[in-house]
């Protein structure tokens, strides 16, 4: 199973791993990408989403949302 | 159920706690079990004597050592004067005297839920490579020494840092060839032969507590994290996961060796690969975390030992967070001198 989908993410941005037991804490905006991303949805569906909810341009998001991905890959979780 | 008088050893809930508390208070848990808990202690001291809300009657034993004789002439008292139908022993240094006397405990119609002495052999620090491999998980590069001139050619081999550890206790991280030394020496003063010297896996540490029911057949299992630990390395907070291929690992263990009994895994974590570190062969000591999250294992030990039929183990949620705390309670000077004028308490 995507270890991704396996996450427990709460609304205040509490995210726990049932593997390992780790936890992290995310942004509002990083709740909105993981979100996303347990969803499946694409890079550039994620920097829509970015745009139309938070005052960022296209480019400064789609840059979180690949300094996210490369954060999730260093935990492991990508 | 009728009565059950059960004894549990290692109730002392210290700094360096024993898993007989934790055991008692899950028995206790269990209602319709109806335990009258024996509290089998080897010093007035030991905090579970006092906490007779947990143990209803407490006796100080003599050490399991020799053949054991005083040991059960001791068990043979308690029977006859205060019923012990079951016993679950929690402490290593027991062990090796209940199988080696299984039969004659079984005579004296006191029942017991625990491996044979071939499958406690087994699980020895001597023996792992051989249980990871019927278990086909990894274990960290190992080399088994019974002279200084092996941990030389040990430690030449697998490189420093090493871990130097005890057949049966303790363990240290040497970082120079003296440090080696050093450990080896005190080791072998404390726990003769042989000295098991190891690489050092850099991970995540996880555990496993299960029973098995002795025919390959899981009766529980229960994993979890130690997010922090005491300064001798006991766990004191913790939350419950599921690690798929630690689980797995666990289910192998009792199926290849159809062990019988309670025990613990200890294993490093990196990614996918799952290295064994050790196997207890008893509760560890944090066994009430399994019975926080309703899988409560010594009750099912308990109906196990009896042949009660019980349902299959139930499931748990990961996630759960077990916090352990200091607490104190004030009572009576006449217990402390009932244990040491007596050895009785209750």
Redesign the interface.
């Known amino acids: 199973m995507n270890r991704l989908s396996q996450l427990a993410l709460s609304d205040e941005g509490f995210v726990f791993d049932p593997q390992t037991g780790d936890s992290f804490q995310v942004s509002e905006t990083g709740i909105a990408v993981l979100r996303a991303l347990k969803e499946g949805r694409s890079d550039e569906e994620i920097t829509q989403q970015l745009v139309a909810h938070f005052e960022v341009s296209p480019e400064e998001a789609r840059r979180d949302c690949t300094d996210f991905r490369g954060q999730l890959k260093n935990f492991g979780l990508a | 159920m009728k009565d059950l008088a059960i004894g549990v050893s290692g109730i002392n809930a210290v700094d360096n706690p024993g898993p007989g508390v934790g055991v008692a208070r899950s028995l206790k848990e269990d209602a319709s079990l109806n335990a009258r808990i024996i509290g089998l202690a080897y010093d007035a001291m030991e905090p579970g004597i006092y906490m007779d809300w947990v143990v209803d009657r407490s006796f100080i034993m003599p050490y399991p050592s020799g053949d054991g004789g005083a040991y059960f002439d001791r068990l043979a008292y308690i029977r006859d004067q205060h019923g012990l139908d079951l016993i679950i022993p929690n402490l290593d240094a027991e062990l090796p005297l209940y199988l080696k006397r299984a039969g004659e405990l079984k005579d004296m119609g006191i029942a017991t839920f625990l491996p044979s002495m071939e499958q406690f052999k087994l699980r020895g620090k001597d023996k792992l490579a051989e249980v990871a491999d019927r278990m086909d998980i990894k274990l960290p590069k190992t080399k088994v020494c019974t002279s200084l001139e092996q941990l030389h050619e040990a430690v030449e081999e697998l490189g420093l840092p090493v871990m130097v550890k005890g057949s049966f206790y303790k363990a240290y991280a040497a970082y120079t060839p003296a440090q080696a030394v050093g450990h080896f020496h005190a080791l072998v003063a404390e726990w003769g032969y042989p000295v098991i010297v190891q690489s050092i896996v850099s991970g995540?540490e996880?555990n496993v507590i299960g029973l098995g029911d002795g025919e390959g057949g899981s009766l529980g299992l229960v994993g979890?994290?130690k997010?922090s630990v005491t300064s001798l390395g006991k766990i004191w907070t913790?939350?419950?996961?599921?690690?798929?291929a630690m689980m797995e690992a666990a289910n192998r263990f009792i199926r290849e060796l159809k062990w019988r009994g309670p025990f613990e895994l200890e294993c490093i974590?990196k990614?996918d690969d799952v290295y064994l570190i050790e196997i207890n062969p008893r509760f560890p000591a944090w066994v009430y975390f399994a019975t926080g999250v309703g899988v409560n294992l010594p009750a099912r030990l308990v109906r196990a030992a009896l042949g009660v039929d019980q349902p299959p183990a139930p499931d748990y949620d990961?996630?759960k967070l077990f916090v352990r705390y200091s607490y104190e309670l004030v009572t009576d000077m006449v217990k402390f001198q009932q244990a040491v004028t007596r050895g009785e308490v209750g």
């Open positions: 995540e996880l979890i994290k997010i913790g939350v419950t996961i599921k690690h798929a974590v990614g990961a996630g």
